[in-house]
């Protein structure tokens, strides 16, 4: 029997197109399990770590399927690489959680138990419902939670995950929301693919809000330029697009060409001064070599006005947007001898838009 549920266990992530087993993930969750339950000792998430089918060591997360802030861009998963046969008790009425596997060893159903501490019977408070294609690539999770502690208890889906897949299975999004058509925008993870398939940019959203980041990849799949949409610094009701540069030290500051012409401190009297910092000095050292005026190359200086503006001649405004596309993350505006902002050159909305719209196929379309 052991041996039976090792087999069955390994082959979770390489299953069959025989999937009709686990069903639906939208279920009644006190509905009778056609399937066979296999008790373990340990419950669903929570911060432990866990032995995994090879050997290897996996942490437990709160959730089935997630997408990192950085790093690979695809989802990722931690149930189906656990060696649940390690955690496997012969009596139910001592298992904090009870999982559910079809035929092909792929893992429909995770219920988490409450354990009486005197004894008694454990009861169900939740857990998880998992959907598969007919390849057997994971399209959907739903948690269910109690929300009546009368009898007979009472269940609802309290957060679900989407993993939309194109003809090819190839990912195009994964949806922290239902699986349905619904025109508002969904928060999530879209990813943006050329006619072969490849991944062009993965696409961060939010609910409602629209884009907020877009990483772009090349012909090989490595990282490139990243894209962030964020307030601005001067006006917190205008949001800007622009690439991101990596620097702790850099508070970033995203204007349009035109907007040169408008820089304010709000402070009248200060010295100010736009300056390139030369190529060879770091930004974040500890140092702070970046803040030494002889590292520094004067673009346009000036003192501001009653107003407390910055007033830019055309010619210097010209001067300093030249630079900023030249030399971007290394253009720094002084409102005063001790304060900077590292100036970005905001994008094009049209180009925001192509740049942010998952359906577009050019490999080029952020610039």
Same mark, same amino acid.
């Given at each position: 029997?052991? %041996? ?59 959730? +089935? ?15 189906? %690489? ?8 012969? %009596? ?29 019977? +454990? ?17 959907? /999770? ?9 009898? +007979? ?60 980041? /877009? ?46 012409? %408008? ?17 060879? /000095? ?58 900077? /902002? ?26």
């Amino acid at each position: 029997m052991h %041996k039976r549920l090792v087999l069955m266990l390994a082959a979770i992530a390489h299953a069959g197109p025989a999937l009709a087993a686990c069903g639906p993930a939208a279920v009644d969750f006190t509905a009778p399990v056609a399937l066979t339950a296999v008790p373990v000792s340990v419950g669903l998430g929570g911060d432990r770590v866990l032995l995994g089918r090879q050997g290897e060591r996996i942490a437990a997360r709160n959730t +089935p399927a997630w997408v990192e802030d950085s790093g690979d861009p695809l989802p990722r998963t931690w149930m189906d %690489k656990v060696d649940w046969s390690a955690y496997r008790l012969d %009596k139910a009425s001592q298992a904090p959680a009870r999982l559910y596997f079809d035929g092909d060893g792929r893992l429909c159903r995770a219920e988490h138990y409450e354990i009486p501490r005197h004894g008694g019977t +454990p009861f169900l408070a939740g857990g998880y419902t998992l959907e598969y294609d007919g390849a057997g690539a994971l399209t959907r /999770v739903i948690e269910y939670e109690q929300t009546s502690v009368r009898r +007979p208890a009472t269940y609802e889906a309290s957060r679900q995950t989407c993993l939309k897949r194109d003809g090819r299975g190839a990912l195009t999004a994964f949806i922290n929301e239902a699986c349905d058509d619904k025109q508002e925008p969904a928060g999530g993870r879209f990813y943006a693919r050329d006619a072969a398939g490849r991944l062009l940019r993965a696409i961060d959203t939010i609910s409602q809000g629209g884009a907020f980041q /877009v990483q772009t990849y090349d012909a090989q799949g490595q990282p490139q330029q990243r894209y962030l949409r964020r307030h601005s610094p001067g006006d917190g009701a205008r949001s800007y697009a622009d690439a991101a540069h990596a620097s702790s030290d850099s508070r970033p500051y995203p204007v349009r060409r035109e907007e040169l012409g %408008k820089l304010s401190t709000e402070v009248p009297g200060n010295d100010w001064r736009i300056v390139s910092i030369a190529d060879e /000095v770091p930004l974040d050292d500890t140092d702070m070599q970046s803040w030494n005026p002889d590292t520094q190359t004067i673009l346009a200086q000036g003192v501001t006005d009653a107003q407390g503006r910055a007033p830019l001649a055309a010619n210097a405004q010209e001067r300093v947007w030249q630079a900023m596309r030249d030399k971007p993350g290394r253009i720094f505006w002084y409102s005063d001898l001790m304060s900077r /902002v590292l100036l970005l050159p905001a994008m094009d909305e049209a180009r925001w838009r192509a740049c942010a719209d998952p359906a577009n196929q050019a490999a080029d379309a952020c610039g």
